[in-house]
């Protein structure tokens, strides 16, 4: 299987890195319904897929220039 570098899902801890939170800012925010992106749940566990990620965040980027 040949995994592509959009198709990596991202954990709690990776998705703050890249977002510039704390792992535990990443968990209040997810607790209290904050503004994240779409993640998939596996389980008990929630991940995130870098492509949805970085188009979250483009998007937001879009809507600060306007």
Known sequence: M????????????????LLKLSA???????????????????GKLRRWRRQTVAAWLAE???RAGT
């Not at 535990?24 to 596996?42: E, H, K, N, S």
């Open 2 to 17: 040949n995994v592509q570098d959009n198709d990596i899902l991202l954990d709690v801890k990776d998705l703050g890195r």
């Open 24 to 42: 535990q800012a990443v968990f209040t925010r997810l607790c209290r319904g904050g503004d994240l992106p779409p993640g998939i749940r596996i």
């Open 60 to 62: 937001r980027e879009g």
